[in-house]
């Protein structure tokens, strides 16, 4: 079998070590494994070489578009495990791009990871609009879904499907990681819970932006809004530590 991942600056695969910069392990060392396709089309991702391809019709605020042929490539699973499992094997964090476009190869990644850190734990990032398979809700010890809301540009009838985030809200290892922009976000974000009945302490809200003054400034504006839900805050650690760049 083999799985499509990003590439880094170097034209590698991007398969790196790290801090965990978001969700309930921020400040964790964990080894990253970065796949390359998106099913979602975010203004404002920061990974848009995973998906933002020459040739296509998607809008993003940076205006740029990508080779695939030089920003993807294809490898055996069992290579990118054995290449992340090199690195440490804390825990892994297969992420995107959208990882569960690949689903019917990851257990066999999971499989291969865990067979050289049997120890391990397995995160999936996901936007959670494709349903999880048993075969990863059997593997996975974390699930970080994060709904795309409107001021994403992306369609709600292809970002928040009803039976995808109700799948997700029904598996006990998820929790909901909700971008937000303004305080209006986070109100969409709890409706969106009350909805699929997602209890606060399984959600965490994240400020947009790619640098640190911009995370600054719009978690200041959040803060009030995420209290008065009893809601989590994340920050984006690897940004206020390294930048927006690959392989932090």
Avoid at 108 to 131: M, Y
Avoid at 140 to 156: E, I, R, T, Y
Avoid at 178 to 204: C, K, M, N, Q, W
Wanted: aromatic letters at 6%; one cysteine or more.
């Amino acid at each position: 079998m083999h799985i499509a991942l990003a590439r880094d600056e170097s034209g590698a695969p991007e398969i790196f070590r790290s801090l965990q910069g978001e969700g309930p392990n921020a400040g964790r060392i964990r080894t990253f494994i970065r796949l390359s396709g998106c099913n979602l089309h975010c203004v404002w991702c920061d990974t848009a070489y995973t998906w933002n391809w020459r040739g296509t019709p998607f809008a993003h605020e940076q205006a740029q578009k990508f080779d695939p042929e030089a920003e993807s490539i294809k490898i055996p699973t069992a290579d990118a495990a054995m290449q992340a499992a090199q690195l440490a094997s804390e825990g892994f964090v297969i992420t995107g791009g959208e990882p569960l476009v690949q689903r019917a190869v990851l257990p066999g990644l999971i499989d291969a990871l865990k067979r050289h850190a049997p120890a391990a734990l397995i995160e999936i990032e996901t936007n959670g609009s494709i349903a999880p398979p048993q075969a990863l809700i059997d593997r996975v010890d974390l699930f970080v879904v994060s709904p795309k809301l409107a001021h994403s540009g992306n369609d709600a009838n292809l970002a928040l499907k009803a039976q995808p985030l109700a799948a997700f809200a029904a598996v006990p290892k998820a929790v909901f990681k909700f971008v937000a922009r303004t305080a209006e976000d986070v109100a969409d974000a709890a409706a969106l819970a009350r909805l699929h009945g997602i209890s606060p302490p399984r959600i965490y809200i994240m400020p947009e932006g790619v640098s640190a003054e911009a995370l600054s400034a719009c978690a200041r504006t959040l803060a009030p809004a995420i209290l008065s839900h009893g809601f989590n805050f994340t920050p984006r650690l690897h940004i206020e530590l390294f930048g927006a760049k690959r392989g932090v």
